[in-house]
C-alpha cells in the first residue's frame, strides 16, 4: 500500500486545510524532528504535502458542478441525466478535436449539445444563461472569500488563529523544501519516496515514485489524464506504442510524449489525476486497478467515444 503520509494537494486545499485545523486540538509538538533535519526520519503518522502541480486538482469539480446545471436546466423529457451527459461527451469529444481546450470550448459544447437534444428555438436568454454555468467555472473563488466562509462556520477569531498557525508552520525553520528537480535530478525524500520532474504537462511538474512491494508505483499528476484513450487505445494513433498527448501541455508534443514513455517504462503502477490507477507491463498497461495501489484488479474500463478535457 502506499504510505498513509504520502498526500498529493494542490494549493488550492487551503480551505479545507483551514477548516481541518479547526476541529483539531492545539498543536503542541515539534515542527521538525531533532532526530535528523531531514525528511527521511519523519514521526510516524506525520503527514507530507507534495504540491506537484496543479490548480485543476480541484478545478475538476466546477465543471461538474456546471455540467449537472447544464442537465437540470435541460430537464430531458425522454433521455436520463445519465443519457444527456453521455451525448455531451460526444459532443465535446468533437468540439475539442476542433477547437481544442478551453472555456470557449466548452460553451460550445454545451450550446451544441443543447440544440441536438430540444426542439426548442436557442433564444439569447437561454444561450446567455446556458453560458453562464461554463463561466462560473472561470469565476472562481478568492482566499478572501473561502476566510468569509469559514467565518460563518466558526467564530473569527478561531479562523484567524488557524490561518496564523498555518502561516506559521510554513515558515519555521525546516518546514518546506524547494526541489530544482531539472537541475538535480530525482530526490529521496523519505525511503521509498523519490520525486523527479516530469518534463511534460507544464514547468515544474514532478512525479512521484513510491516504492512498494510489488514495483514502482508512480503519482504522474497530469502527465497522463486518461489511460484509455492516452494508453489502451490511443486516439487516432497508428503507430505501435505511441501514446497520445492530452492536448494541454506547455512543453513540445514530442517531449510530452517522451515524459509519457519514461512514466511507462518506470513504473509498475501508474496514477495519474484524472483516472484510475493502472498495472503496467513492459510498458503497456495490462490491468486497472480501483482505490488501493497496489491493489485488486478490475476489469479494464468500456471503451468510450470520447476524450475528456
Known amino acids: 500500500m502506499l504510505p498513509p ?29 531533532s532526530a535528523s533535519p531531514t525528511l527521511g526520519r519523519l514521526p510516524a503518522g506525520q503527514t507530507l504535502l507534495l504540491d506537484a502541480d496543479d490548480t485543476l486538482w480541484e478545478n475538476n469539480i466546477y465543471f461538474e458542478r456546471a455540467i449537472a446545471s447544464f442537465i437540470s436546466y435541460l430537464n430531458h423529457r425522454e433521455f436520463t441525466p ?10 465535446e469529444h468533437a468540439t475539442i478535436a ?20 430540444t426542439d426548442a428555438p436557442l ?8 453560458v453562464s454555468f461554463a463561466d462560473a467555472i472561470a469565476a472562481g473563488k478568492s482566499f ?22 498555518l502561516i506559521d508552520r510554513l515558515h519555521a525553520k525546516g518546514a518546506l523544501r524547494f526541489l530544482d528537480l531539472e537541475i538535480s535530478g530525482p530526490v529521496e525524500l523519505m525511503p521509498g519516496v523519490f520525486c523527479e520532474a516530469a518534463g511534460a504537462h ?13 514495483g514502482v508505483a508512480t503519482i504522474c499528476g497530469d502527465v497522463l ?24 501541455h506547455g512543453m513540445s ?15 509498475r503502477f501508474i496514477l495519474p489525476v484524472h483516472d484510475r490507477p493502472a498495472k503496467v507491463e513492459s510498458g503497456a498497461v495490462v490491468a486497472r486497478l480501483q482505490d488501493s495501489v497496489p491493489g485488486p484488479i478490475v476489469q479494464t474500463l468500456p471503451k468510450r467515444n470520447w476524450f475528456p478535457a
Not at 445519465?82 to 459532443?91: D, M, P, S, T, Y
Not at 472569500?145 to 484567524?160: G, N, S, Y
Not at 507544464?202 to 510489488?214: D, K, L, Q, R, Y
Not at 508534443?253 to 511507462?264: D, P, S, T
Open 5 to 33: 503520509q504520502v498526500l498529493c494537494l494542490s494549493a488550492l486545499a487551503a480551505k479545507k486545510l483551514i477548516a481541518d485545523r479547526l476541529r483539531q486540538p492545539p498543536y503542541t509538538e515539534s515542527v521538525t524532528s
Open 82 to 91: 445519465k443519457q444527456v451527459r453521455g451525448h455531451l461527451n460526444q459532443v
Open 98 to 117: 476542433a477547437n481544442g481546450y478551453g472555456l470557449k470550448s466548452f460553451h460550445q459544447s454545451l450550446i451544441r449539445c443543447f440544440e441536438q437534444l
Open 123 to 130: 433564444t439569447s436568454e437561454k444561450h446567455d444563461r446556458i
Open 144 to 165: 478572501a472569500q473561502i476566510v468569509r466562509e469559514l467565518t460563518k462556520k466558526f467564530p473569527a477569531d478561531m479562523v484567524d488563529q488557524a490561518i496564523k498557525h
Open 202 to 214: 507544464t514547468e515544474g511538474s514532478m512525479n512521484i515514485h513510491v516504492h512498494t512491494a510489488e
Open 225 to 248: 489524464y486518461d489511460l484509455n484513450d492516452q494508453l489502451v487505445e490511443p486516439f487516432r494513433q497508428n503507430n505501435d506504442g505511441e501514446p497520445q498527448t492530452t492536448g494541454n
Open 253 to 267: 508534443k514530442r517531449a510530452e510524449k517522451a515524459a509519457i514513455k519514461k512514466v511507462l517504462a518506470n513504473a
